[in-house]
């Protein structure tokens, strides 16, 4: 099996260009800092470094996955989710000690839900975590049998897997999507629009609070997440999407609408994760990318994202 | 064993260098799980490895031949009795043996795996044995999460993010053997304070 594509890759212009211009962003950014640093030692750049080196990592597990046989990307994926799904588990303060075997059929439930996004079978891969899961698992806590508090059990670790590997599979599920006529990019291309426009938004909506940001919109769940911020970083994210529309199949009005609903369930899910770290008594979780603190930082807007640009992307395009 | 330990279970290894500051010294740890002595042992240099021993419970792994063989093949243990019984020798004379002969010793001093996340009252041996080797170091040791990973009666093993706290090695300053164990606890505390 050959794992490297490249003959298929490097057909695929519209791939390559994004994938340019991500890391001449990214090497445009690190420079940028390194010099504002040695000019102005006093500046304050240790977050912005700090960010840009985790974006250095989500950008190459990305690109990796796009470049390589799609079974890695597959797997990888499915790191990703069980990486994200041990982190939620574990800073989690209701899981009870009762819940450890149960525990394990949500570890189960990850390759499975992968290997039907693999296949590619849309039906069934729609209803197993939500609708499956969501009774396999009280079953199992029932016939474990420990009653107290059970009913916590029994909504959290279901939620717990939708929030990391449901979201997190669709994204792999863009790869197993059938070849449009007069579309190139393929999986690929959406793959790539939808990461990117998430990480944009991400950092536009940083960024525009960082300079502009004066009134708070929930100060009680993400003191730094303020209407400048938010309002700059959906425009900012939709004029950034009409311009990579040619990795999508959609046309310009599209593009923008769609940007939109990327930007705000982008914003969504950041703060349902910032709910979920405070209420587990934690800013960060987790120290696996640098500056963010973990991996749920990383994938907290991704986790809304994929989901809604996926649904919206299948039902005007592969039905 | 570090990178299963790491990718499928989650441990995070936090200042593990300090390990690389001394040649010999006695590793002093809680102790949750069986994992414990596994996440100690891969985070030592393959050098290390060949002169470290865990000090591990002889009526525990030592009941039987074949659990026995296993854990010194694996782990290099030394078992030592927890109850005293007659013919057999002091277990604290094995460790100091080991000692003189230039070994490293891995420390559980709460004795048994307690309930996950609560700390046991010290055993008197640690104290014994730092007074008695006053220029070797000790290095607190505190893990977090093991006893949920794999918990005392427990076999299934479940992945959970789980730290490895290293602190710097250190030298005992008093001769009593009671003050030695407090502040040896109180280095481990510490340590649980800084991760919490």
């Given at each position: 099996?050959?794992?490297?594509?490249?003959?298929?890759y490097?057909?695929?212009?519209?791939?390559?260009l994004i994938?340019t211009l991500?890391l001449?962003?990214?090497?445009?950014?690190?420079?940028?800092?390194?010099?504002?640093g040695?000019?102005?030692?006093?500046?304050?750049?240790?977050?912005?470094?700090?960010r840009?080196?985790s974006w250095?990592?989500?950008?190459?597990i990305?690109?990796?996955?796009?470049v390589?046989?799609?079974?890695?990307?597959?797997?990888?994926?499915?790191?990703?989710s069980?990486?994200?799904?041990?982190?939620?588990?574990?800073?989690?303060?209701?899981?009870?000690?009762?819940d450890?075997?149960v525990?394990?059929?949500?570890y189960i439930?990850?390759?499975?839900?992968?290997?039907?996004?693999?296949?590619?079978?849309?039906?069934?891969?729609?209803i197993?975590i939500p609708?499956i899961?969501?009774?396999?698992i009280?079953?199992m806590?029932?016939i474990?049998?420990?009653t107290?508090?059970?009913?916590?059990?029994?909504s959290?670790l279901?939620?717990q897997?939708?929030?990391t590997v449901?979201?997190?599979?669709?994204?792999?599920?863009?790869?197993?999507?059938?070849?449009?006529?007069?579309?190139?990019?393929g999986?690929?291309?959406l793959?790539?629009?939808?990461?990117?426009i998430?990480?944009?938004?991400?950092?536009f909506q940083?960024?525009?609070?960082?300079?502009?940001?004066?009134?708070?919109?929930?100060?009680k769940?993400s003191?730094?997440?303020?209407w400048?911020?938010?309002?700059?970083?959906?425009?900012t994210?939709?004029?950034?999407g009409?311009?990579?529309?040619?990795?999508?199949?959609?046309?310009g009005t599209e593009?923008?609408?769609?940007?939109?609903?990327?930007?705000?369930?982008?914003f969504v899910?950041d703060i349902?994760?910032?709910?979920?770290k405070?209420?587990a008594?934690l800013?960060?979780t987790?120290?696996?990318?640098?500056g963010?603190g973990?991996?749920l930082d990383?994938?907290?807007?991704?986790?809304?994202?994929?989901p809604?640009?996926?649904y919206?992307?299948y039902n005007?395009?592969?039905? | 064993?570090r990178?299963?330990?790491?990718?499928?279970?989650?441990v995070?290894?936090?200042?593990?260098?300090?390990?690389?500051?001394?040649?010999?010294?006695?590793?002093?740890?809680?102790h949750n799980?069986?994992?414990?002595?596994?996440?100690?042992?891969?985070?030592?240099?393959?050098?290390?490895l060949?002169?470290?021993?865990?000090?591990?419970?002889?009526?525990?792994?030592?009941n039987?031949k074949?659990?026995?063989?296993?854990?010194?093949l694996?782990?290099n243990?030394?078992?030592?009795?927890?109850?005293?019984?007659?013919?057999?020798?002091?277990?604290?004379e094995?460790?100091?043996?080991a000692?003189?002969?230039?070994?490293?010793?891995?420390?559980f001093?709460?004795?048994s795996?307690g309930?996950?996340?609560?700390m046991?009252?010290f055993?008197?041996g640690i104290?014994?044995?730092?007074?008695?080797?006053?220029?070797?170091?000790f290095?607190?040791?505190?893990?977090?999460?093991?006893?949920?990973?794999?918990?005392?009666g427990?076999?299934?093993?479940?992945?959970?993010?789980?730290?490895?706290a290293?602190?710097?090695p250190?030298?005992?300053?008093?001769?009593d053997?009671s003050?030695?164990?407090?502040?040896?606890?109180?280095?481990?505390i510490?340590?649980?304070?800084k991760?919490?």
């Amino acid at each position: 099996m050959n794992l490297f594509q490249s003959e298929i890759y490097l057909q695929n212009k519209e791939v390559i260009l994004i994938i340019t211009l991500i890391l001449g962003i990214l090497i445009f950014s690190t420079s940028l800092f390194f010099i504002w640093g040695k000019i102005k030692p006093t500046s304050n750049l240790v977050e912005l470094k700090m960010r840009t080196k985790s974006w250095w990592m989500m950008a190459s597990i990305f690109i990796f996955a796009t470049v390589v046989h799609p079974i890695v990307s597959f797997i990888a994926f499915g790191l990703l989710s069980f990486v994200s799904f041990r982190e939620i588990n574990s800073i989690s303060k209701n899981v009870r000690e009762e819940d450890r075997r149960v525990i394990i059929w949500c570890y189960i439930a990850i390759p499975i839900q992968y290997f039907l996004a693999y296949k590619g079978w849309f039906n069934i891969f729609v209803i197993f975590i939500p609708v499956i899961m969501y009774v396999w698992i009280p079953f199992m806590l029932v016939i474990k049998g420990a009653t107290e508090d059970i009913a916590r059990s029994m909504s959290i670790l279901p939620t717990q897997l939708m929030l990391t590997v449901f979201s997190i599979s669709h994204l792999a599920f863009l790869l197993s999507l059938p070849e449009l006529s007069g579309f190139n990019a393929g999986g690929r291309g959406l793959l790539l629009f939808i990461v990117f426009i998430t990480e944009i938004n991400d950092v536009f909506q940083f960024v525009w609070g960082k300079l502009f940001g004066r009134h708070k919109i929930i100060e009680k769940i993400s003191p730094n997440k303020t209407w400048e911020g938010f309002i700059g970083g959906i425009v900012t994210t939709a004029i950034i999407g009409y311009f990579l529309r040619f990795l999508t199949p959609m046309n310009g009005t599209e593009a923008i609408m769609v940007s939109l609903l990327i930007a705000f369930s982008g914003f969504v899910g950041d703060i349902i994760l910032s709910a979920i770290k405070r209420d587990a008594g934690l800013k960060d979780t987790g120290t696996a990318i640098p500056g963010h603190g973990g991996i749920l930082d990383r994938i907290d807007s991704l986790a809304l994202t994929a989901p809604a640009f996926f649904y919206v992307i299948y039902n005007l395009y592969y039905v | 064993m570090r990178n299963f330990l790491r990718i499928i279970v989650g441990v995070k290894f936090i200042n593990k260098e300090s390990l690389k500051k001394e040649k010999q010294f006695i590793i002093v740890a809680n102790h949750n799980s069986h994992l414990d002595v596994m996440a100690i042992m891969s985070s030592l240099s393959f050098h290390q490895l060949k002169n470290t021993h865990p000090i591990a419970a002889g009526d525990y792994f030592g009941n039987s031949k074949v659990k026995s063989y296993i854990t010194r093949l694996f782990t290099n243990a030394i078992l030592i009795r927890r109850s005293k019984s007659n013919g057999t020798e002091n277990p604290i004379e094995t460790m100091n043996k080991a000692i003189q002969k230039g070994k490293s010793l891995i420390l559980f001093p709460e004795g048994s795996r307690g309930e996950p996340g609560k700390m046991q009252e010290f055993k008197k041996g640690i104290g014994i044995l730092l007074q008695m080797n006053p220029t070797i170091p000790f290095i607190p040791v505190y893990m977090k999460g093991m006893g949920k990973v794999l918990p005392k009666g427990e076999k299934l093993l479940v992945p959970f993010d789980t730290y490895v706290a290293f602190g710097e090695p250190i030298l005992i300053t008093s001769t009593d053997i009671s003050t030695i164990i407090i502040d040896v606890e109180k280095e481990i505390i510490n340590l649980e304070k800084k991760l919490a």
